[in-house]
């Protein structure tokens, strides 16, 4: 990387998971953000991160008397913002909505640009109340004080930029910000596009259909969303309805998946979209001082013992579920960390396919399993997802636990402390999943599907184990049947006798596990290569 020529880039991003207390993530998609900013400010780069400050973030979920999940929302005040004294307004609904910008590096990361509706001018305070609180209408506004107004906020701070990163399809709208000025320069559509490419980058993330969101144009006209631009103008960009990736797979000059495997995955899902952009691979990685626990590091480098270490770390986290849930786990078992939105494909449950095999474990406790997730507010089928796993807390309540309302300190216990990570969904639909990531660092086995960013860092049997092969079918009985046949081998007739049965060989793995990812899967490779590949032509 020439240090000396960085070009400016301004990175556009629905959700930055900085802190946990900082309620402006949701996800996987908010924590790589958040580390994304918090590496940049390591090396140094000149990123220019741009959000929206949520006033109630997303959902508190808790777990009700009836063993459900039920959503609550607070309104959060951050007294480290710094206002700077900037405004600028986007017109949505034809009505001139003011949008005013904090700023806070509070986090040792780039100073990140926050838009806020919710001041005294404005009758759409709610546009940024609720991170992905709603859809249609409100999401399209959401997106446009993003898009738009994180462009115009750009110019009012008087900051030039070089290259816009539009982080998933939210920012897509962006861009017709950046063809509307240079056709107000007087330049054609045409120019003002091919401009426009030459400046924009774009990362997609969800190999889910319907994870890529779509906006009828009648809709996006009418919330003013065209921006000055024509319906033929916006259906060419982004197609009827309007879809946000592929928006942005046409408005930008390169594109990237974040994975191998994933980037694989996105140019067959996009492979019909005329005039898109190239899909290559860069895969994500984790800001390590957030996520791995010093004691282990320097338990690593000075050649210490990693056993007594992460016993430590264990009991931490023993103690931290006994507070949190009132159940105390045996420190001497195995214990098995899943925490994940709870999304079908994940397949929370898969463990407990086959009751006959696993019950004698978790009866006995010998098998341990410590679940967290959130389901989207709206989203029926996850929550159902959830109260299963309740339910097989109540059913096993010496082994299985699960920790409501997800969030960065459950994350980070869990993925510090567990014995096992265990990641089991239906490959090739994780993007890459980072916990497995932290896991690794710190010396916990990912216990997983050949999916996302392990089958780049799997060696198995050394540094953690691979479940099954890279078997799929569009038969998802099948799919399912033959991955929990491959789980429960994994797991029964490898993972738990090594752990009670080889302590040093486990050590020996938690050594490789550190040793092959501490460096390959941190942020400072990552960014390097969205320099190197994305950012400088
Ligand atoms: C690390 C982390 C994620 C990312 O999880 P994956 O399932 O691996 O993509 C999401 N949420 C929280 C709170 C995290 O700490």
New binding site residues.
């Given amino acids: 990387m020439n240090e000396k020529k960085l070009p400016v880039v301004a990175y556009f991003c629905m959700e930055y ?1 900085l802190h946990s207390d900082f309620k402006l ?1 949701a ?2 998609l908010g ?1 790589l953000a958040g580390d994304y900013i918090k590496g940049a400010k390591d090396i140094d780069a000149p990123l220019i991160p741009i959000g929206l400050k949520w006033k109630q973030g997303y959902t508190d979920q808790k777990i009700g008397g009836d063993g459900k999940p039920y959503d609550a929302y607070h309104n959060y005040v951050y007294d480290f913002l710094e206002d700077t004294g900037v405004k600028v307004t986007v017109n949505i609904r034809k009505i001139d909505v003011v949008c005013k910008v904090w700023k806070t590096d509070h986090f040792g990361n780039n100073p990140l640009y926050l838009l806020d509706t919710d001041v005294p001018e404005n009758k759409d305070a709610w546009i940024t109340g609720q991170l992905y609180g709603w859809f249609d209408e409100e999401r399209i506004a959401q997106e446009m004080v993003l898009g738009i107004g994180g462009v115009k906020a750009l110019r009012a701070l008087g900051i030039a930029v070089d290259v816009y990163h539009f982080n998933e399809g939210h920012a897509a709208l962006a861009a017709t910000e950046l063809i509307r000025e240079k056709m107000s320069g007087g330049h054609t559509f045409e120019e003002a596009w091919r401009a426009t490419r030459e400046e924009v980058v774009f990362t997609t993330h969800t190999p889910i259909k319907e994870g890529n969101e779509a906006h009828p144009l009648d809709r996006l006209e009418y919330m003013c969303g065209f921006n000055g631009l024509t319906r033929d103008q916006m259906e060419r960009i982004g197609g009827e309805p309007f879809n946000m990736t592929v928006a942005g797979l046409r408005l930008a000059r390169i594109s990237n998946g974040v994975a191998e495997l994933h980037a694989a995955t996105a140019n067959k899902m996009w492979k019909t979209v005329a005039g898109r952009s190239e899909i290559i691979p860069i895969t994500n990685a ?1 800001h390590t001082p957030t ?1 791995v626990d010093e004691r282990i590091t320097k338990a690593y480098q000075a050649g210490g013992d990693l056993w007594a270490v992460h016993q430590e770390l264990k009991g931490e986290l023993i103690d931290f579920i006994a507070e949190r849930s009132g159940i105390p786990l045996n420190p001497d078992n195995l214990l098995i960390g899943f ?3 709870a999304a079908p494909y994940k397949r929370s449950d898969l463990i407990f396919s086959k009751p006959k095999l696993i019950e004698p474990y978790l009866e006995s406790g010998r098998i341990q399993i410590a679940f967290s997730g959130k389901a989207h507010p709206l989203d029926d089928v996850g929550k159902q997802i959830i109260s299963n796993l309740v339910g097989m807390m109540k059913k096993y309540p010496k082994s299985v636990v699960f920790l409501e309302n ?3 300190t ?3 216990k869990l ?1 510090r402390s567990s014995d096992i990570w265990l ?1 089991n969904p239906r490959r090739p639909l ?1 993007a ?5 990531m ?1 896991a690794a660092m710190n010396g916990v086995l990912n216990c997983s599907i050949l999916d996302g960013w392990w089958p780049e860092a799997c060696i198995d049997g050394e540094n953690g184990w691979k479940i099954g092969d890279t078997f799929e079918t569009g038969d998802l009985e099948f799919q399912n049947q033959h991955d929990s046949d491959a789980l429960y081998d994994t797991l029964l007739n490898k993972v738990v006798p090594t752990f009670y049965e080889n302590r040093s060989k486990w050590v020996q793995m938690m050594k490789k596990s550190i040793e092959t990812t501490i460096t390959t899967f941190a942020t400072k490779r990552m960014l390097e290569e969205y320099y190197n590949k994305m950012y400088i032509k």
Avoid: L, Q
Avoid at 432 to 436: C, H, Q, V
């Fill in positions: 998971g993530y996800g996987g924590i984790i996520w925490s994940r939105r997800y969030d960065m459950i994350g980070a993925t990641n994780e890459s999943g980072t916990s497995g932290k």
